[in-house]
Each structure stands twice: as C-alpha cells, then as structure tokens.
C-alpha cells in the first residue's frame, strides 16, 4: 500500500506507430499514463475538458519526452454532444487506435445533473465513457490488436444497485452510492463488452488504482461527502505517506495496457487479477445495463461491431 508496498508495471514494450486515446489526463494518473505511452513511442491523444489545462499538461510531458507525439482534443464526458464531436473528429484524422483508456472521473460532493440531465457520477463517469467507446469500437475493432481499459475503483464495493428505478438517485441520494455506482457500471460494463469482443482482436479489461493521492482525494478532506472526520484528519496529515502517489497509481493502468498476460473480461488491481463484489460479477446485470445504456445515449440502431465507419 502507498508508497512502500506498491506494484510496478514491468513491460518493456515499445509502442512506435501506435495510437492511444487518454481521458482525463492533464493531471493525477492519467498524465503519468499519458507520460509513459509516450515514452514507449505512441501518439497520445490527451481527451480532455480543459485545453488549456491539458496544454499545461503536455508542456511538462515534452520537458521529460522532448520527442513526445503529443495531441490534445477536447472532450467534455458530461456532454454526450462533446463525446459524439469527438469522436467524429478523430476519426476523421485518425486510421487507427490501439489503445483507448477511459480514465477520467469526478466525485462530487452533491447531487448534480450533467446538460444531458443525468446524474453527474453516472452520466460522466458511465455514461460518458459507455458511448465514447461504442462510437470508437469500429476503428478499435479494425486496428486490432487492440485494448480498451476502463479506470473503475474499489469504490464500487459502495453500491449493490445500479438503481434503473431511479436513474438519476433523486430519492435518498449520497455521493459516495452515487460514485460506487458509476463505478460498479464501469465494471460491469468491462463485464458484457468482453462478451461481444469475443472473436475479435480487442480485449478489454477494468481496474481499481489504488488509493492514490490526486486532485479526487485531496478534495475528499473538505467534501461534505466524506463523514468519517477522522479519517479525513488522517488524508490531512498522512495522506501523501500511505497513499500511492500518482505514479504509482498509473502502474495497474499500464500493466493492462501493456501485458500480454491479460485476460479479456477480467478486473484488476496491484498489475494483478483481482475479485471485485459479487454484484460486479453478475452477468445479467452487466446485460441490462447494456441495453439501458444504449437506450439513454440514443444509440438508436448503430451496431459498433458491424459499421465500418462512424457515423
């Protein structure tokens, strides 16, 4: 755990002529991710809301890679619209994609709703994440080998319930149900994806980082979403010793990105297979909420395992 007892992804993989797709990385684990695609020799494309935090971003990854193929995109997951502009974008520049990393998350401290007026945890982290992927999966599909990596945490042990009677959490609503929630969907979501990959060369898989001390956790100590005070005295005082660092917290990330060892499906922590909770497993869950998915995003009848283009 933290800083002493922390695994380390050992991959010596070059990845020259390979396209990756980063969210959520101008800052915490997703920049040390981007950092080391980087320096194995991949086109990282930095998904990111702020520009010009991911300008920022990049600037300190040349002063490391001075070589880096370095190339920032905007993308708001919050917005199915941002997600859908993407997409057209890079596919309209972009041939191939080998690697796509659905790293980027927000915990918030109240309910919220995103523009598309979904519950901020779950239409960000789930919802966002779900339709970037399917409107992906074409190219994905035909640059195979490929991987998809879905960033979850341990945090889904939070949530038994993905609450499709109450999409948006408006009755008895807590932030930390709400955030193992979308958690637990990334998981399940890794769960039926590795189900219709079958036959192709695309794997996927989900994982929980650790407890790592970004941007998330250091916001946790003032959050009204946080009850335990002395726990939060703890992070305030302790946090950057027996938590892991952001680097260290890339590492699970890596491994699943880089090692020929991975098994499609499967969920991961410490650049190890890893039992999440029994509802996480549930295959018939990971079904429904497929189709309720594809339903709120307006998928209407795009088929990713069939187009050959997006739309």
């Not at 390979?18 to 990385?25: D, F, H, L, P, W």
């Not at 919050?78 to 596919?91: D, G, Q, Y």
């Not at 790293?103 to 979904?118: I, K, P, W």
């Not at 189900?195 to 959050?223: A, C, M, N, Q």
């Amino acid at each position: 755990m933290g800083r002493i007892f922390s695994s380390k992804c050992q991959s010596q993989k070059r990845l020259d002529g390979q396209v990756a797709i980063v969210t959520g990385c101008n800052t915490g684990i997703g920049k040390y991710t981007a950092l080391d695609l980087a320096k194995r020799g991949a086109h990282v494309v930095m998904a990111c809301r702020s520009i010009e935090r991911a300008e920022a971003a990049a600037k300190d990854i040349c002063s490391i890679v001075p070589k880096a193929e370095l190339e920032i995109m905007k993308l708001d997951l919050s917005s199915l619209e941002s997600v859908r502009e993407f997409c057209k974008e890079f596919s309209s520049s972009h041939k191939t994609l080998h690697l796509l990393i659905n790293n980027a998350g927000v915990l918030m401290n109240s309910h919220s709703v995103t523009v598309d007026g979904f519950e901020t945890h779950f239409g960000t982290n789930h919802l966002g994440h779900f339709l970037l992927t399917m409107l992906l999966l074409p190219i994905l599909i035909q640059s195979g080998p490929s991987r998809i990596i879905n960033v979850s945490s341990l945090g889904h042990t939070y949530c038994d319930s993905l609450f499709f009677d109450d999409i948006n959490m408006e009755k008895n609503y807590d932030p930390w149900t709400a955030y193992g929630r979308s958690k637990l969907a990334n998981i399940l979501f890794t769960l039926e994806l590795a189900k219709r990959l079958e036959g192709t060369e695309v794997k996927t898989v989900s994982l929980h980082p650790g407890v790592v001390y970004t941007e998330i956790s250091r916001d946790l100590v003032t959050s009204k979403a946080f009850s335990f005070i002395w726990f939060v005295g703890l992070l305030q005082k302790f946090g950057s010793w027996f938590l892991k660092t952001p680097e260290q917290g890339a590492q699970t990330t890596l491994f699943c990105a880089l090692d020929d060892s991975i098994q499609s499906g499967l969920y991961y922590d410490d650049c190890a297979v890893a039992n999440p909770s029994e509802t996480a497993k549930n295959s018939e869950l990971a079904r429904e909420l497929w189709e309720k998915s594809k339903e709120l995003v307006q998928l209407g009848d795009f088929d990713p395992f069939s187009e050959l283009s997006l739309k």
